[in-house]
C-alpha cells in the first residue's frame, strides 16, 4: 500500500501533468482560433491600391555640389531627389504605411494565470511551503471583431495612403513651380544686368564722343552733363540688376539645396517653354492634378470611417477559456471551463462617433467640390493671363522694339556726325531701354504664365510634359502588404 506522502506527491504529479497539457492546448488555441474565427467573421482584406511613388531614375548625391552653371533637365532631376520640403512629404508615406499595417492587425488574445489559493496548513506534509496545497488558475481571452471592422479599417488606411501619396505629387508639382518661378527669374535678372551692362557701355561711347566735341567747341557743356546724369543713371540700375541676380541666386539655389554654391549660381538656358499646353478647360471631374487625386482619395477614406464608425453599433465578442487546479483532499481536481463576453449597449450606441465621421465626410466632401471648382476658376485665369502676355510680348518683339532700335542707331549717326543734337541721341537711348526692359518684362510674364499654366492643366496626357508631367508619372504601387 502507498503511504499518504506518496500518494499525496502522485496526485500532485498528475495535477502538474493535466496543468501542462491544457496550457499547450490553450496556448495552441490562442493561435489557431483568432484565425479560424476571422476567416468565419471578416472577408479577405482589400488589395492596397497603387499610390504615388518615385519613378526609377538616376540617383543624384545630394551632398555633392554640381557644376554651378546649371541646365533644366539637371535642375528637374535635383529638385525631385534633393528637394528638402518633397523629401519630407515623401516621409510622410512611411507614417501611412505603417498605418495599413496597423489597421489589418487582428486583436491579440489575452492569456492569464496565476495562485487563486494557497493553504499553509492544508497539503502534502507539514514542513516546506512548497508541499502544501495550491490551486492553480490559467485563462485565454480572445476577442473577435464583428461587422467587417478590420476590412473597413484597412480600406480607410489605404485610402489614406492614397491621398498621401498624391499630396507627395502635389508637394512635387509646387516645387516644380517654384523652380520654375525661381529659373524665370534668375534668367531675367541676368538678362536685365547684361541689358544694363550694354546701356551702360553705349552711354559710356556717347559720354566719350561727347568729351571729344566739347573739346572742339562743336557742343556745349550743358550738354555733356545731361549725357552724364544718364550714365550714372545707367549705372545706378545695373548695380540694382547685380542685386536681384544675387538675390534670385539664393531663392533657386535653396530649392535645390545648393546653398555653398549660391554665389556662382548660373542659368545656361531660359525658360523651356516647348509648345503651348492645351487651351481648353478641363472638367473638374476629369482633371488629374495630383491635389485634386489627393482630395478624391481623402473623400474615399472619409467614406470607409462613416461606415467604420456605423459597425461601431455590431457588437463584438470575446471567447474565453479557462483550467482552474483545486488539490484535493478540498477541492476537485482540474476543471474547465468556457466564457463569452458581449458588451451591452446600455448608455450609449456609438451615436457620436457615427455623427463626428459622417461630419468629418461632409467635410472632406464640400472641401474636394471647393478645390475643384477653384480649379476650373485657376484654368480660365491662367490662360487668358498667358494669352494676352503672349499678345504683349509678339507685339513688342515684332513692331517696337526693331523700331527704337531704328530709331537710337540713326540718332547715334547723326550725333557723330554733327547732324542731330545730344537731347535727341538721349531721347532714343532712354525710349530703347525702357522698350528693352518691357520685353524683357513682358517674356518673364509669360514665362510664369505659360508655368502656372502647365502646373494647373494637368490631365492623363500631361504625363509626357517635360516639365511638370513627372508629378503624374509617380504612380509605381508603394510596397505595402496587409497579411
Known sequence: MMTPLVRA????????RTTALVLTLLIAGAVLLPAQAAAQVQ?????????????????????????????????????AQCNRDFRLALQSLRAAQADVQIAGQRPNPTLSTGVGQYSTTVG??????????????????QPIERGNKRDLRVQAASQSLRAAGWSAADMLRQQQLALANAWIDLWGAQEKTRLQRELTALYRNTYDSAQRRLKAGDIAASDVARIDLDLQRAETDRIAANSETVRARFVLASLLAMEPQAPQLKVVSPWPASEPASATIIPAGDAERPDLQAARAQQAAADSQAELARSLQTRDISIGLQVDRFAPPTGFGTTLGAYVSIPLFINHRYEGELARAEADRDFVAAARARLEQQARADQQRLLEARLGARLRRERLEREALPLAEKVVT???LAYRKGAGNVLELIDALRQLRA???????????EDRADAAARAEMLTAT??????????????QPLPVSVK
Do not use: H, Y
Not at 62 to 76: D, F, G, I, T, V
Not at 462 to 475: K, M
Open 462 to 475: 500631361a504625363a509626357a510634359d517635360p516639365i511638370f508631367g513627372e508629378s503624374l508619372r509617380l504612380s
Open 410 to 412: 540713326n540718332a547715334e
Open 124 to 141: 502534502a506534509g507539514s514542513g516546506a511551503p512548497f508541499d502544501k496545497q495550491v490551486d492553480w488558475l490559467a485563462r485565454l481571452d
Open 9 to 16: 506527491l502522485v496526485d500532485v504529479k498528475a495535477s502538474v
Open 435 to 445: 522698350l528693352q526692359l518691357e520685353a524683357l518684362a513682358v517674356r518673364l510674364d
Open 43 to 79: 472577408p479577405a482584406p482589400p488589395t492596397v491600391s497603387p499610390a504615388p511613388a518615385m519613378t526609377d531614375a538616376p540617383s543624384v548625391n545630394c551632398a555633392a555640389q554640381p557644376s554651378p552653371e546649371l541646365n533644366w533637365p539637371l535642375a528637374q532631376q535635383r529638385l
